[in-house]
């Protein structure tokens, strides 16, 4: 098979080119994955960071959905392409000061008996809700999020004549800050589902239409899973699906150039000067000002076009993340003590009592400065999955919110101040997790957001989704309308990705849905 000229160029071997890519492939087309690093996956990274044998995942670590996602389905990455999953019986849990703990887990009954412990009012509200919405997340929000937003209108008409349809898009709309209040009175409930939303789900408190992560958090059954080995042996599974497919995979070739002719993308320069042709399309997983500004270049699109480009929000906050090497799991004695379900959580989030301590930590991360007020998220997959470490071991990671730039400082400064940040994130873990001693610790590392830049350049300035989930960067204005489709400005150039709808991290959405778009117009 020649490398120069191809059906269609996929840039980056992230999940959205791999899910996309296969359905490609199922058509007949010839197509390839360039890929600038060595390894593939993008976010769906494992790696051994800390001593040979400990997988840390080091972006994404649960996979969610997987039961009712079309791409699962249709593309038969479970059954057909040895993917394996565990599910903790626990999603998350609250630690507080005194000792005492809240869980959501993945049965309702049992996260009702935990909220029931705080407020009877609030067990009763969490049921209420559950039970209100999770037919229209289910039936509604998951084919919402698998359709173009071109074509979402229908879905959301439909959704009006639910008779809670109105009352849902209206909570959706709504600030994670305003919806707990809304629904909860007691401030460790709240907490509980705040300490959620920066990470994992990548909004801030104020942020309007991240009411719907709540409403998500409560009543999608979600069923969060990990998978065996960490997840890059998701990125595997995608890889073999596509390989299979027909796929063709080239490592190491940063794309430099994407080149148009006559107004239209008809293939790529490599940074080594190759020329790569593409019969129908370019299809890019970078980011979108990398894609447009930088690979097409600012004379073949339109100047208006690249001051919305240049103008879409990142993300106001990055990761800090330490992972450890230890000989045991990290326990919480004092509150495995009180309730067992710490102990079986997926993840432990540490740090803030009360909502007001989670916006005081955004007044932090705006103002460029080290958080004080932490919101510590630990996990431990090892406890669950002991394939991530050599027999016997395990390994723990903790990510924390921060700013990309210090006030004051260079992105590059976090280079100097990361081992001394990691001694104050591990000593506020360690009032927590009673065994996280010195002894117990074989090897610690620290990734710095500005690491993450580096190590993922679409994530510019270390904005993990790329494009700041607010109201007016999602759905139809993802990341700007102009796009939102997965369509450039210039014809056979598309744009996928988490900086494009859904913006959901491992369900391959972009993926789905710019192939519904691409079978249009190349009449597949």
């Known amino acids: 098979m020649l490398d120069d000229e191809w059906d269609v160029i996929l840039i980056g071997a992230g999940q959205n080119n791999f899910a996309l ?4 492939g199922k058509a007949g087309l010839k197509t390839v994955i360039c890929e600038s690093r060595l390894e593939n996956g993008g976010r769906l990274a494992s790696e051994e960071i800390t001593m040979p044998g400990y997988w840390h995942n080091t972006l994404a670590y649960f996979q969610d959905n997987r039961e009712i996602s079309p791409l699962w389905k249709e593309l038969n990455w479970a059954n057909g392409h040895h993917a394996e999953f565990v599910s903790p019986p626990v999603a998350s849990s609250l630690l507080l000061a005194d000792g005492q703990s809240i869980s959501q887990h993945q049965s309702i009954d049992a996260t009702v008996a935990s909220v029931l412990k705080f407020s009877g009012q609030d067990a009763e509200a969490w049921r209420a809700t559950h039970e209100r919405y999770r037919k229209l997340i289910r039936q509604y929000l998951i084919p919402y999020y698998h359709t173009c937003p071109g074509r979402t209108g229908v879905l959301l008409q439909k959704l009006d004549a639910e008779a809670e349809g109105k009352d849902f898009k209206r909570l959706w709309q709504l600030t994670p800050r305003q919806g707990v209040d809304e629904l ?3 401030d460790a409930v709240k907490t509980l589902i705040l300490s959620q939303m920066a990470i994992p789900r990548g909004v801030g408190l104020d942020y309007p239409g991240g009411g719907i992560e709540v409403l998500k958090m409560i009543a999608g059954e979600e069923k969060p899973e990990l998978a065996r080995g960490g997840s890059h042996s998701i990125a595997q599974v995608l890889q073999r699906a596509y390989v299979h497919n027909g796929g063709q995979i080239r490592a190491v070739h940063h794309v430099e150039k994407i080149l148009v002719a006559d107004g239209r993308a008809v293939g790529v320069r490599l940074r080594d000067g190759r020329e790569w042709k593409a019969r129908l399309a370019v299809v890019s997983n970078s980011d979108p000002y990398s894609t447009l500004v930088e690979m097409v270049g600012e004379d073949y699109l339109p100047r208006t076009f690249v001051e919305r480009v240049k103008d879409i929000q990142l993300d106001e906050f990055s990761y800090f993340q330490v992972h450890l ?3 045991a799991p990290v326990r919480y004695a004092l509150h495995e003590a009180y309730d067992p379900a710490v102990g079986q959580a997926m993840n432990v989030s540490i ?3 009360r909502p007001a301590d989670i916006e005081e930590m955004w007044k932090e991360i705006r103002a460029g400065e080290f958080p004080v007020h932490l919101c510590l998220h630990a996990i431990c997959p090892t406890a669950f999955d002991p394939l991530q470490a050599p027999k016997t071991k395990h390994a723990a990671s903790v990510f924390v919110p921060v700013p990309f730039q210090l006030k004051g400082k260079k992105p590059e400064d976090w280079i100097k101040l990361k081992n001394g940040f990691m001694e104050s994130v591990l000593k506020a873990w360690r009032r927590y997790a009673t065994n996280l001693t010195d002894e117990n610790i074989e090897m610690k590392v620290a990734m710095d957001p500005f690491y993450l830049s580096g190590r993922w350049p679409n994530m510019r300035r270390g904005s ?3 494009a700041r989930k607010t109201a ?3 759905g ?12 450039t400005p210039i014809p056979g150039l598309y744009q996928v990705g988490v900086a494009t709808h859904p913006a959901n991290a491992v369900i391959a959405g972009s993926g789905y849905n710019c192939w519904q778009v691409l079978k249009d117009d190349l009449k597949l």
């Open 21 to 24: 890519g296969t359905y490609l």
């Open 184 to 186: 909860f009175e007691n």
């Open 325 to 327: 090497a230890v000989k």
């Open 351 to 353: 740090g803030p009592e």
């Open 464 to 466: 993990v989704w790329v």
């Open 472 to 474: 007016a960067q999602m």
């Open 476 to 487: 139809s204005q993802r990341p700007i309308e102009q796009i939102a489709d997965y369509r």
